[in-house]
C-alpha cells in the first residue's frame, strides 16, 4: 500500500543526533538525497542493506521486503552503493489462516523453511535435553505453538540462525512463565508476586554475599521457568553489549508488573476500566520481543537514541498493537478456558455495556489506532533522524509487528475466530 511522504518534523533527538556527529547526519542525509534523485522519488532517510547469511549456513529462500503501508515507506533499506544481483524476492503472501476481517494488517513473505525447520530442531534439543523444559505430554502443545516460524518470520534480517536463537529462547522462557506462574499450567495469582521476583533474578544477577549466593545461585534450577530464563539470558548476554542487555532487563521488568497488575484484579475479581486495561497492556505485552531487534540482526542502536523518548513511544506503540492482535486472535480460546480471562473485548463489554460482538469490533478499531499511529510515529522519526542504526531498528521493529500478526493469523492450533460476521 502506497503512503503520502511523511511531514517533515523537527528532530525530538537533537542532543543524541549531536553526540552521533554532526557530519555523520550530514553524510547520511546527502546519501538519501542523492539516491531520491536517482530513482525519481521522494528523498528518504538513507539505511544499510540487511546482512546476508553466511556462506557456512542455508541462505533464506526468500529475501524479505519489509513492511508496507501506512508511513512504513521511510523504513525501507536502501543500499549506500550498487549491490550484486539477487533472485527476486518472493511477492508478500496472502496469511494461510484466517485474518481478522477489518483488522489492519500488512501480509507478508513466508518465513524461511530452511531456516524454520533449523530454529525448531535447535529450540527442542534445547528445552527438552538442556533446561528439561516441560514433561513429556506438554510436547504436542509446545508443537503447536510453532516459535521457530514465529521468529523467524519476526526477525527477517537476523544474520545467522544462531542469532535468531537468541529470540527464540527467550520467547520459550517468557512463554514458560506466562504458563506456569501465571495462566495454563498451574499459573495462580496467589503468591505471583515472589515466583517472578525471584525468576528475575535470573535474568537480573543477585549480588549479595558469599554465605548467601550458594544458595540463591541453587534456586535458578529450582523449576522451569527459572532454568529458561537462566539458560536464555546466558545466551544473550553472551552476544549482546552490555547495554542491549541492560536494556532487555528492564523491559522485562516491565512485563512482570504488567503480570502483578492483571494478578491484583483476579484476586479482587474487579473487571478495570478500558484505560486502566491499556496501561496494563503497556506493560504485559510483547514489548521485550521487538527490542532486541537489533541484537537479533546483529548490530547495535545507541544506548542514548534508543532512550530518546521519540524512540521509546514508538516502541511502546509496537508493543501495545502487537498485544491487542494477542487479545483478538486468543478471544475464543480464552473464552474456552476455566475462569474469567482478561482482555480487550471482555473489558470493551464490561466496562461499555456493549454486546460480545460490538466489544470485539470496537477492539479492533483500538488496534488499527494504534498500529496507524505506530506507523505515523516510525515515519516522523525516520524522517528526523537519518542515523543507519535508527533506519534499521525502525524498520525492525515494523518487520516484527508484521511477523507476530502472521504468527497469530495462522497458528489454527491454539486460535480460531469468533462467528461475528
Known amino acids: 500500500m502506497s503512503a503520502p511522504d511523511p511531514t517533515p518534523a523537527v528532530s525530538s533527538l537533537p542532543e543524541a543526533a549531536a553526540r552521533f556527529g554532526a557530519q555523520v547526519l550530514a553524510e547520511a542525509a546527502a546519501r538519501a538525497?542523492?539516491?531520491?534523485?536517482a530513482t525519481g522519488g521522494a528523498p528518504l532517510a538513507a539505511t544499510l542493506p540487511a546482512p546476508a547469511p553466511p556462506a557456512a549456513e542455508p541462505p533464506p529462500s526468500f529475501l524479505p521486503t519489509g513492511p508496507s503501508g501506512l508511513g512504513t515507506s521511510s523504513l525501507r533499506l536502501l543500499a549506500a552503493t550498487a549491490p550484486a544481483p539477487e533472485p527476486s524476492p518472493a511477492p508478500p503472501s496472502e496469511p494461510a489462516g484466517r485474518p481478522i476481517p477489518g483488522l489492519y494488517f500488512h501480509p507478508v513473505p513466508e518465513p524461511d523453511p530452511v531456516r524454520v525447520e533449523e530454529v525448531s530442531r535447535r529450540i527442542k534439543s534445547w528445552a527438552m535435553d538442556e533446561i528439561d523444559l516441560y514433561p513429556d505430554d506438554w510436547e504436542e502443545e509446545f508443537d503447536g505453538f510453532s516459535v521457530a516460524g514465529y521468529m523467524v518470520g519476526?526477525?527477517?534480517?537476523?544474520?545467522?540462525?544462531?542469532?535468531l536463537m537468541l529470540a527464540t529462547r527467550l520467547m520459550v522462557a517468557e512463554n514458560a512463565v506466562d504458563d506456569c506462574y501465571c495462566e495454563d499450567h498451574g499459573g495462580s495469582p496467589v503468591g505471583l508476586g515472589e515466583r517472578l521476583l525471584l525468576a528475575h533474578t535470573a535474568l537480573d544477577p543477585l549480588h549479595t554475599t558469599k554465605e548467601y549466593e550458594p544458595d540463591w545461585a541453587q534456586s535458578l534450577h529450582a523449576d522451569a521457568p527459572r532454568r529458561a530464563y537462566r539458560s536464555a539470558m546466558e545466551y544473550f548476554v553472551r552476544e549482546a553489549t552490555a547495554s542491549q542487555a541492560d536494556r532487555l532487563r528492564h523491559d522485562m521488568a516491565r512485563l512482570h508488573m504488567g503480570y502483578l497488575a492483571e494478578a491484583a484484579w483476579a484476586l479482587e475479581e474487579r473487571v478495570p476500566e478500558v484505560w486502566e486495561y491499556l496501561a496494563m497492556r503497556q506493560f504485559n505485552n510483547f514489548r521485550p520481543c521487538p527490542t532486541i531487534t537489533d541484537s537479533v540482526g546483529g548490530y547495535e542502536l545507541p544506548a542514548d537514541l534508543h532512550a530518546q523518548p521519540a524512540m521509546q513511544r514508538v516502541i511502546a506503540l509496537a508493543g501495545n498493537a502487537t498485544t491487542i492482535v494477542n487479545d483478538l486472535y486468543s478471544y475464543m480460546k480464552e473464552?474456552?478456558?476455566?475462569?474469567?480471562?482478561?482482555?480487550?473485548p471482555v473489558v470493551l463489554a464490561a466496562r461499555e455495556d456493549l454486546s460480545e460482538r460490538d466489544a470485539y469490533l470496537k477492539a479492533i478499531e483500538v488496534h488499527n489506532d494504534l498500529m496507524h499511529t505506530f506507523e505515523a510515529e516510525a515515519a516522523a522519526l525516520a524522517a528526523a533522524c537519518p542515523v543507519p542504526s535508527v533506519q534499521r531498528f525502525l524498520r525492525g521493529v515494523a518487520a516484527w509487528v508484521d511477523g507476530n500478526h502472521r504468527w497469530h493469523c495462522t497458528n489454527t492450533y491454539r486460535y480460531t475466530l469468533p462467528d461475528f460476521w
Open 335 to 344: 473464552l474456552d478456558a476455566p475462569g474469567v480471562h482478561l482482555n480487550l
Open 154 to 163: 519476526c526477525h527477517p534480517d537476523a544474520p545467522t540462525i544462531d542469532h
Open 33 to 37: 538525497l542523492d539516491l531520491a534523485t
